[in-house]
C-alpha cells in the first residue's frame, strides 16, 4: 500500500537540511521501490506568513492524512515580535499535541569517524549509544494555568504549571521500557522528586510500570545530577526517560557529545506508531541560506521513519550505511570540520546530500 509522507521544511536553514533529505527520498522511491507519495506542506513562520498561523487548518488535515512527517525547523528572528499564539514554535507544539506525539525518541550516538569532533576527550564518549526518551505533549510545556498575570501592586508576574496525570507518565514509560528491552536493558528515570510532588508521582508510577519489565534495570535520577553525569561518564547510560522540559535541555547536551547537535535526528511517536521526524537543532537562522548547514541529522530522521513509521528496516539500514560511509570517506560540514585533521574535507550541505545520494547508489 502506498504510504504518504508530508514534508514540512519550516523556517530558516530547515528548508535547506530537508531538500537534502528529499534527495535521498527520491533516489529510495526511483531506485529501490519504495512506495510513498510526498505532500508539502507549512509549518511555523512560513505558515505564519502564508497562512497567518504557525500551524494553519491546511496543515492540520495534510498532517492527519499523513502515514509520516518529516519536519525541518522552525523559527526566525523576524517573528520575535509576534503575540507567543502565532510565534513558530507553537506551530510546532501545536502539531505535537494535535497527532499526541507523546514519545520523542533522541538518540545520541557517536558515530567513531567523528571521535575528535566532540568537545569531550575522544575515550570519554569514545562508543557512546544513549536512548533519551522524553515526554512531548505533557508537563511544563503545556500545564495550565499559565500566562503572564499583574498582581494588585502593578507588578507582573509569569507562571507556567508542571503538571503530570498517571497516564501520561505511564504510557511514556511503557515507551522507555520496551526501547530498554531491545537495547542494553538500562533505564534511568531522571526527575527532581527531591523538591517536586509532580516528579515524586513521576518516580512511583515509573517504578509501578517498571514490573512489567523484570529483566530492565531501573535506576532513578535527578535532573541536575543527569546533566553533570552526562558530561562526566556519558557512557554509564542506556535508555533515559523524562518529562518534557528536563528532555529538552538533556538532549541538547547528548546531542554535544557527539560532536555536532548537527548529528542528531528525532522521532516523535503516537500510541500508533504514526511519527513525526525532525533534526533535534532549530532553525539556526544566523547560518540560513548560506548552504553550510548539516543535512546528516535530517537524513538520518529520515532513516528512524523508515524504521518506525513505514516498516522499511532495509531502507532505513541503507541510510545509515550511506552516512557512514560517507563520514568515512572524510566528508565533513563546517560543524564536524576539525581543523588540520587528515584525510578530511569541508563540505557544503547539498555537497554531504549528495554524497550520501551517492553512496546509497553505488
Ligand atoms: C526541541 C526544540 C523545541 C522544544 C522548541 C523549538 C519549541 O527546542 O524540539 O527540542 O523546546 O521542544
Ligand atoms: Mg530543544
Known sequence: MTQNVLILPGDGIGKEIVAEAVKVLDVLKADFGLDITITNG???????????????????????????????????YQYDDLPRELRPERGLL????????????????????????????PEVVAGLDIMI???????IYFGE??????????????????????????RIAHSAFKIAMKRDKRLCSVGKSNVLEVMELWDEVVERVGKQYPEVELSHMYVDNAAMQLVKEPKQFDVMVTGNMFGDILSDAAAMLTGSIGMLPSASLDANGKGMYEPIHGSAPDIEGK?????????????????????????????????????????????????GQAGTTLVSTSEMGDAVVSALKS
Not at 526518551?133 to 508537563?139: A, H, I, K
Request: charged residues 25%; proline residues 4%.
Open 145 to 170: 494555568p499559565r500566562g503572564i498575570r499583574i498582581l494588585e501592586n502593578g507588578e507582573k508576574q509569569g507562571y507556567n504549571t508542571l503538571i503530570y496525570k498517571e497516564s501520561e507518565i505511564e
Open 133 to 139: 526518551v522524553r515526554e512531548l505533549t505533557g508537563g
Open 291 to 339: 548552504n553550510i548547514a548539516n543535512p546528516l541529522a535530517t537524513i538520518m530522521s529520515l532513516s528512524m521513519m523508515l524504521r518506525y513509521s513505514l516498516n522499511q528496516e532495509t531502507l532505513a539500514r541503507k541510510i545509515d550505511d550511506a552516512v557512514e560511509r560517507v563520514l568515512k570517506e572524510g566528508k565533513r560540514t563546517a560543524d564536524i570540520y576539525v581543523e
Open 42 to 76: 507549512n509549518i511555523g513562520g512560513a505558515a505564519y506568513d502564508a497562512d497567518g498561523h504557525p500551524y494553519p487548518p491546511a496543515t492540520q488535515a495534510l498532517a492527519k492524512e499523513a502515514d509520516a512527517i518529516l519536519l525541518g525547523a522552525v523559527g526566525g
Open 94 to 121: 501545536g502539531i505535537r499535541a494535535d497527532l499526541e506525539l507523546f514519545s520523542n525518541l533522541r538518540p545520541a550516538i557517536l558515530n567513531k569517524e567523528l571521535a575528535d569532533a566532540s568537545s569531550l576527550k
